[in-house]
Structure formats: C-alpha cells, structure tokens
C-alpha cells in the first residue's frame, strides 16, 4: 500500500481504526469518513496529526467527495453489535443501501478498488456447517436482525452489480467474530460483554443454555486477511475467521479463568434469530489470498483482556 492514498468508511470504529493504523504503517495516506454513531475519535487519536491522516466527520448516507488521488476505498461503515444495530435500526439498514451507494459512486468516481466489509451474518442461523462462501444463507428477512443481516446482504448485491455492470474493481470479505482492544466495554457483544462482567466480578451473562457456537477471530487477523484480499485482485466473497470454534459456555469460562475472576455464569434469555453455530470455512482465502489466522484464542483473549482492565481503570473509559 506504500504511496497509495486509502479512503477508510468507518475509519474511528474497533476494526476501522485498526485498517487506518496498519495502512499509515504500510505507508499509505488515509483519509478516515466517520459520523461517530458508533466510532469514536478516541479510537484514531494518536493518528491524528500525522501528515499522511486525515480524519473528517462525514454520514456516508448523504453526499460523499473526497477531493483529489484515491487508489483504494475500504468500506466499513456500519453499526456491528447487535445491540447497536437494533437501537438504531434505520440507520444501519440506510449505511448499507444509500451508504454503499455512495462508497462504491467514490470508488467509480476515482477508478478505485473498493472492499466491503460484509458479515458472517449473510448466513443467518445456517443450515450448513462450516460456512463455505457458495451457502446463500438462512435469513429472516423480518426479525429483530434483519436490520443488518439484510443490509449487509443488499450491500454485496449492489457491490455486485456495480462490478458486473459498472465495472468497478470490488471485492468483498465476509468477517466472523472479531475480537480484540478498542472494543467498547458496554458494546453488546459477546467478549466484551463477558470480559467487562468477569473483571468486575459481576455474572457472567450466556444466553441461552451456552451451547451455541461462534468462531473467534483476533483483530489483528482479520486486518491482515482484509489488507491481502485488498491487495489482491480476487472479488470474492471470501470469508476472513478463524475456524476455532467454541461454545459461548466455553467461551464465557475461558475468559473468567484467563481474568482470574469468580463471577458466576448466568444464563438468561437468548435473543431472537439467535445463530446456533458459526464457523468459516477458510479454504479459499488460504488459497487465493496465502491468509489464514495465527493468533489463537487464549493469547487474543489474553491481549484483549489486559487492554480491558486498563480500559476499566481508567478516568477516560469509554462508558458506552
């Protein structure tokens, strides 16, 4: 990426502010869009002041121009936490349609490759174990998750239809479950969630009966995965996970263990349309993009972990 210049939408979110920083290392320029309904710019500060950053508040739902050379559009804004995309319902369903829209009319515009961060979650509660990009999915276009679930699956169709018909150089990277610093403690999340609970000695809360399965992927995984299929001149989809799946039971111990913590483990409700499994078959990003994971579970959650209780600690927590 050295001497290109990088737009970043949703730049000042978890996994954004990771692309931006990895790109500035590459020696990119990065210019970062975000409105801050989930992003913070806490999240991009110690970028801020560099000659090759600029970051600049913009809703990518409404008219986007960045002026002069863009080589590469990563295109990552989106609430992701469910319990961020069901409070603002409308607004994650318009960053999907009209905000990809705009996302891919810039990479038109400036004959820029464009990436789309899609989801795991195009697969709904899947009928197929594990997840080969060829499943179309399992969906319920009207619960309580089609919010982002459909948006995301109208956002491959329109990057779809803008590469066939239109001829822009897009390509899209389905991601599973990441993990890791700069999540928000109150976030919603699974890890976060537990992570929060175990180091305040709270319960630990599982949904369900814990049996249910996720496939953790540590953040900086899944920034290699992106960066290689932005490199890259594969369309996908390609899932970007890791294939190490574990119960959310299992998940929620491990992390009271690796804390030190004596927190009970509650269970509670599970959420509607809830995925009784998720694990990404791998096979195609190993062989069209050389990417597979290499941070395990235990040190990522380890990581994660010690950043949270600094996090906690702190006079500046972020609170939400």
């Not at 899947?126 to 060829?134: A, D, G, S, V």
Request: hydrophobic fraction near 40%; aromatic fraction near 8%; proline fraction near 7%.
């Amino acid at each position: 990426m050295n001497g290109s210049r990088v737009v970043v939408t949703g730049g000042a979110g978890f996994l954004g502010s990771y692309l931006c920083e990895r790109l500035l290392e590459g020696g990119a320029a990065v210019v970062c869009l975000d409105n801050f309904l989930t992003g913070s710019p806490r999240n991009v500060e110690h970028l801020i002041g560099r000659p090759a950053f600029r970051l600049v508040e913009c809703d990518l739902t409404g008219f986007v121009h960045v002026p002069g050379q863009v080589d590469l559009v990563l295109h990552f804004a989106s609430a992701a936490s469910p319990a961020d995309y069901l409070r603002h319902p409308i607004e994650t369903l318009k960053v999907g349609s009209m905000g990809t829209l705009h996302a891919l009319g810039l990479a038109a515009e400036k004959d820029a490759r464009l990436v789309l961060a899609s989801t795991s979650e195009v697969y709904g509660d899947p009928l197929e174990h594990p997840q080969k990009e060829t499943y179309w999915g399992n969906v319920n276009p009207v619960g309580p998750r089609s919010v982002y679930d459909e948006a995301k699956r109208f956002a491959e169709a329109l990057t779809t239809a803008y590469r066939d018909s239109r001829g822009v150089d897009t390509a899209i990277a389905r991601i599973f479950n990441t993990y890791g610093p700069r999540m928000r403690p109150h976030d919603g999340r699974a890890i976060p969630t537990f992570i929060r609970q175990a180091l305040l000695g709270e319960p630990i809360t599982v949904t369900g009966d814990g049996s249910q399965t996720r496939s953790i992927c540590y953040v900086d995984d899944t920034v290699d995965g992106v960066l290689a299929l932005a490199a890259s001149d594969f369309a996908g989809p390609v899932n970007i996970g890791n294939p190490a799946e574990m119960s959310m039971s299992e998940l929620a111990e491990t992390i009271r263990d690796l804390a030190g913590s004596a927190s009970p483990v509650r269970f509670i409700e599970r959420p509607v349309d809830d995925p009784a499994v998720r694990r990404p078959d791998t096979t195609l990003a190993e062989e069209r993009l050389g990417w597979r994971p290499r941070v395990d579970p235990l040190t990522g959650l380890r990581r994660t972990i010690d950043w949270f209780e600094k996090e906690l600690s702190s006079p500046y927590s972020v609170a939400s």
